[in-house]
T-cell receptor
Framework: AQSVTQPDIHITVSEGASLELRCNYSYGATPYLFWYVQSPGQGLQLLLKYFSGDTLVQGIKGFEAEFKRSQSSFNLRKPSVHWSDAAEYFCAVGPDRGSTLGRLYFGRGTQLTVWP | KAGVTQTPRYLIKTRGQQVTLSCSPISGHRSVSWYQQTPGQGLQFLFEYFSETQRNKGNFPGRFSGRQFSNSRSEMNVSTLELGDSALYLC??????????????FGSGTRLTVV
């Protein structure tokens, strides 16, 4: 069965520090991979996605993620965190390549706190 | 282009009542999926509709139902509300191509509180 694990429930970093949020997935094939961010009371905003090609993916707000097939990981990184990055971050796995079934499997999320 | 629109944003209902939530996808997107988000269970898939047909369903009781109209707008209904149905309900719109799904765009959600 497909599953997504975000091992860190809560991470605290200082403003200006680097950030890495971990994501591991269990999937039978090569999936679509996503990172979403959610501010309190809001919906999910797409940060970036990996479908194929270059395993290092650039997203919005200065975020990037690297797909490592051998480790079944898709970790999110940012070189310098801003206070406005404080939010909850979700990693998600999409359907099999070529599947048209529109379902995502989400991790439990990582809450990011940024100290000034 | 306009994003995914969910109405209403907030809703308070009493146990035993029923509720209908609405989702208008991005223009041209024919797939709409619904998720329930709670602090205890996280984001859980409810169902997905494509061209007015339910194609995929999560593990929720029959009190949760949905439908999709010819203009791709979707509604979900929860009957006989329970306290545990209090959650943020999110709708996602996606474009389906021959090569698979192109991506998922979420609405701002409907916050349902059952008292």
């Amino acid at each position: 069965a497909q599953s997504v694990t975000q091992p860190d429930i809560h991470i605290t970093v200082s403003e200006g520090a680097s950030l890495e949020l971990r994501c591991n997935y269990s999937y039978g094939a090569t999936p679509y991979l996503f990172w979403y961010v959610q501010s309190p009371g809001q919906g999910l905003q797409l940060l970036l996605k990996y479908f194929s090609g270059d395993t290092l993916v650039q997203g919005i707000k200065g975020f990037e993620a690297e797909f490592k097939r051998s480790q079944s990981s898709f970790n999110l990184r940012k070189p310098s965190v801003h206070w406005s990055d404080a939010a909850e971050y979700f990693c998600a796995v999409g359907p099999d390549r070529g599947s048209t079934l529109g379902r995502l499997y989400f991790g439990r999320g990582t809450q990011l706190t940024v100290w000034p | 282009k306009a994003g995914v629109t969910q109405t209403p944003r907030y809703l308070i209902k009493t146990r035993g009542q029923q509720v209908t939530l609405s989702c208008s996808p991005i223009s041209g997107h024919r797939s709409v999926s619904w998720y329930q988000q709670t602090p205890g269970q996280g984001l859980q898939f409810l169902f997905e509709y494509f061209s007015e047909t339910q194609r995929n369903k999560g593990n929720f009781p029959g009190r949760f139902s949905g439908r999709q109209f010819s203009n791709s707008r979707s509604e979900m209904n929860v009957s006989t509300l329970e306290l545990g149905d209090s959650a943020l309900y999110l709708c996602a719109s996606s474009s389906i191509r021959l090569t698979g799904v192109s991506g998922y765009t979420f609405g701002s959600g409907t916050r349902l509180t059952v008292v």
